[in-house]
Nanobody, 117 residues
Framework: QVQLVESGGGLVQAGGSLRLSCAASRSGLSIIDMGWYRQPPGKQRELVATITSGSSTNYADSVKGRFTISRDNAKNTVYLQMNSLKPEDTAVYYC???????????WGQGTQVTLSS
C-alpha cells in the first residue's frame, strides 16, 4: 500500500511563504505525475499545480508566478513553494501521485494552510 505523507502547512500572514512537502513510500512502482490540489472552505477540490516525470509543470492561473512545484525523484517527494500568499489561498492542500503502469492515483491526507490578513 502506497502512503503519502504531507508536511509544511500552518498559519501564515498574507504576503508570507510556506513550503509543502509530500513523500511517497517506496513501493517498487514508478512515479509518473505528481501534483497538488486544494479544497478551500465550502468549495470543491481544485488543481493547484502538477509536474510530470519529465519535470513539465502546469499551474492554476490563480497561483501562477507565486507558487512553484518541484520534485526530488531520489526521495519520491514533491514540493510546493508558496510565496506571496493571499487570504484566498486558505485551504486544505492535498498531494496527488500517479504511479505504475496502471496509472493508479494516490492522495495524501491533506495539510491545512490558513492565511491571516
Amino acid at each position: 500500500q502506497v502512503q503519502l505523507v504531507e508536511s509544511g502547512g500552518g498559519l501564515v500572514q498574507a504576503g508570507g511563504s510556506l513550503r509543502l512537502s509530500c513523500a511517497a513510500s517506496r513501493s517498487g512502482l514508478s512515479i509518473i505525475d505528481m501534483g497538488w490540489y486544494r479544497q478551500p472552505p465550502g468549495k470543491q477540490r481544485e488543481l493547484v499545480a502538477t509536474i510530470t516525470s519529465g519535470s513539465s509543470t502546469n499551474y492554476a492561473d490563480s497561483v501562477k508566478g507565486r507558487f512553484t512545484i518541484s520534485r526530488d525523484n531520489a526521495k519520491n517527494t514533491v514540493y510546493l513553494q508558496m510565496n506571496s500568499l493571499k487570504p484566498e489561498d486558505t485551504a486544505v492542500y492535498y498531494c496527488n501521485v500517479v504511479m505504475g503502469a496502471s496509472r493508479t492515483i494516490y492522495w495524501g491526507q491533506g495539510t491545512q494552510v490558513t492565511l491571516s490578513s
